[in-house]
Nanobody
Framework: QVQLVESGGALVQPGGSLRLSCAASGHRLSIWRTSWHRQAPGKQREFIADITRIGSTNYADSMKGRFTISRDNAKNTVYLQMNSLKTEDTAVYYC???????????WGQGTQVTVSS
């Protein structure tokens, strides 16, 4: 059993930065790959980036250069650093976990990021 909890969402000005956190509890060692996704109002959920337990990463092409995924295994936490935020980044941001050889098994409840002047 794994629980994922996102935090760090906020209202920020365009050009600002945020760091989101995804904390895992329960049988957290089951998760091999943790990913970030977002869903803006009226739009489909989109993939942002993912990271394995050993730190290998993948990014959606549109996210490279502004968003950085990282992790701290000692804290069982995955982060998403977001820089140079734009109004179009406004969305609910979700983290998700996948076991080895599986598609996504676990989802967090999401954290709201609003970029507005």
């Amino acid at each position: 059993q794994v629980q994922l909890v996102e935090s760090g969402g906020a209202l920020v000005q365009p050009g600002g930065s945020l760091r989101l956190s995804c904390a895992a509890s329960g049988h957290r060692l089951s998760i091999w790959r943790t990913s970030w996704h977002r869903q803006a109002p009226g739009k489909q959920r989109e993939f942002i980036a993912d990271i394995t337990r050993i730190g290998s990463t993948n990014y959606a092409d549109s996210m490279k250069g502004r968003f950085t995924i990282s992790r701290d295994n000692a804290k069982n936490t995955v982060y998403l650093q977001m820089n140079s935020l734009k109004t179009e980044d406004t969305a609910v941001y979700y983290c998700a976990g996948a076991e080895v050889g599986h598609t996504i098994n676990y989802w967090g409840q999401g954290t709201q990021v609003t970029v507005s002047s």
